[in-house]
T-cell receptor, first 116, second 114 residues
Framework: NAGVTQTPKFQVLKTGQSMTLQCAQDMNHNSMYWYRQDPGMGLRLIYYSASEGTTDKGEVPNGYNVSRLNKREFSLRLESAAPSQTSVYFCASSYLYSGAGYYEQYFGPGTRLTVT | KQEVTQIPAALSVPEGENLVLNCSFTDSAIYNLQWFRQDPGKGLTSLLL?????REQTSGRLNASLDKSSGRSTLYIAASQPGDSATYLC?????????????FGDGTTLTVKP
């Protein structure tokens, strides 16, 4: 199993450019998430998807859009990048142990994005 | 709303010491808690998951405990090594919901000196 994979690993954008961050998991998980991590701010949830075909806003959704293309893939799009979106972006997925009601989460390696 | 706090924010110890990292949460109605390790420039790696029905979970030199009633979890690292230097985060997922969103602490950055 590859687990959770993200592409690209690094990206530099100019203000106003657009790009899509790709994420895929091969663990058949229903739930997927996008976080950003900034120094002093911890991990903040941008968007999440409870299942294929559904997406919901997290704590900091402004300036982003997402697509849950299928059960495996969850992409994050920046339509018009701003310097404030310079960050490290992590994709994650989780498995629900339905009998016990708890989730176990797995993370991708991250994408380092710089917007100049 | 769940809040998760990790104290201290940073910890420096000499090699060989046993140490404890703390994680506190405000809503005790949890299903589980997960401890992660993050190396500089890397993603989060799951270390231990402890269910609400468990008091402890062990993996090698790591032992996680959970006290739901007091809203606390600890991660005990025995005989620390320089390779243990990393940031350790705890996370509390919303259990038994359709999404399992997690609340994370800000982490404790551990430095183990040779």
């Amino acid at each position: 199993n590859a687990g959770v994979t993200q592409t690209p690993k690094f990206q530099v954008l100019k203000t106003g450019q657009s790009m899509t961050l790709q994420c895929a998991q091969d663990m058949n998980h229903n739930s997927m998430y996008w976080y950003r991590q900034d120094p002093g701010m911890g991990l903040r949830l941008i968007y999440y998807s409870a299942s294929e075909g559904t997406t919901d806003k997290g704590e900091v959704p402004n300036g982003y859009n997402v697509s849950r293309l299928n059960k495996r893939e969850f992409s994050l799009r920046l339509e018009s990048a701003a310097p404030s979106q310079t960050s490290v972006y992590f994709c994650a997925s989780s498995y629900l142990y339905s009998g016990a009601g708890y989730y176990e989460q797995y993370f991708g390696p991250g994408t380092r994005l710089t917007v100049t | 709303k769940q809040e998760v706090t990790q104290i201290p924010a940073a910890l420096s110890v000499p090699e060989g010491e046993n140490l404890v990292l703390n994680c506190s949460f405000t809503d005790s109605a949890i299903y589980n808690l997960q401890w992660f390790r993050q190396d500089p420039g890397k993603g989060l790696t799951s270390l231990l998951l402890i269910q609400s029905s468990q008091r402890e979970q062990t993996s090698g030199r790591l032992n996680a405990s959970l006290d739901k009633s007091s809203g606390r979890s600890t991660l005990y690292i025995a005989a620390s090594q320089p390779g243990d230097s990393a940031t350790y985060l705890c996370a509390v997922p919303e259990g038994n919901t359709n999404a399992g969103k997690s609340t994370f602490g800000d982490g404790t950055t551990l430095t183990v000196k040779p």
